[in-house]
């Protein structure tokens, strides 16, 4: 009796593999007809079911269409094609460019993210400088604003002060310069400049001498002056 490989490893529970190795290594009788392999059993080393069941199983086996069984029986080897080669080439080539056209939109994801970060932080540094300009502009508003005013206090102030000045030099008519009122007196000029030498020699002792640029006045309203004029 003789089984197919698929057969003997149905009835014996045995892998493949297992029977390949057992016929290498030519622990099993074997032929081989027409490219198909078949594993030579004896009847006495089968008990009586096996054997029934191996029967059955050929018997069944027979009843079917030669082509069907041909095609059970008989592997059938696919030979491979330069047609096939090239759509196995074109089909991995497809596959790359679609693996190229993925990655290609990934990095030009991640460049519009990186420029939009990019803008996004320029808008903020812009923001910033714009903000300080306008702080700085406002101070600089300020101080010019502040110089403007000191200024124009400082020219008010001179104005005012011209007139003081002028009052200053020109005393009201209560104070007499005492040069003028000595032209007055009916004196010779070295007695005058005895008399001015003495209101000298006392100024800054006697409050009734009054000194304003340089210049002797005589504030007879309120002081008398008759012993510093005797002569």
Avoid at 133 to 162: F, G, P, R, S, Y
Avoid at 208 to 214: D, E, G, L, P, T
């Amino acid at each position: 009796m003789r089984l197919t490989l698929d057969e003997y490893s149905k009835h014996f529970k045995m892998s493949k593999e297992m029977i390949q190795s057992k016929l290498r290594n030519k622990k099993l009788n074997y032929i081989i007809e027409d490219g198909m392999t078949y594993i030579i059993v004896t009847r006495s080393s089968l008990d009586t079911d096996k054997r029934k069941e191996i029967h059955e199983e050929k018997k069944s086996s027979k009843t079917e269409s030669p082509e069907k069984v041909k095609t059970n029986t008989t592997p059938t080897k696919t030979k491979t094609t330069v047609a096939m080669i090239l759509s196995l080439y074109q089909k991995e080539n497809q596959q790359l460019k679609e693996k190229i056209v993925q990655l290609e939109a990934k990095i030009d994801k991640l460049i519009d993210d990186k420029e939009q970060m990019l803008r996004d932080e320029m808008s903020k540094i812009e923001q910033v400088y714009s903000t300080k300009d306008k702080q700085l502009k406002n101070i600089l508003e300020l101080v010019n604003a502040k110089m403007v005013a000191e200024q124009a206090q400082m020219i008010h102030e001179v104005e005012t002060l011209e007139p003081k000045e002028a009052e200053e030099e020109k005393p009201s008519e209560r104070i007499v310069e005492l040069k003028t009122y000595l032209k007055t007196l009916d004196l010779e000029n070295y007695q005058k400049k005895v008399i001015k030498k003495r209101f000298l020699a006392v100024y800054g002792k006697d409050v009734r001498v009054i000194k304003q640029n340089a210049k002797l006045y005589l504030d007879f309203s309120k002081y008398d002056y008759s012993d510093l004029l005797e002569y």
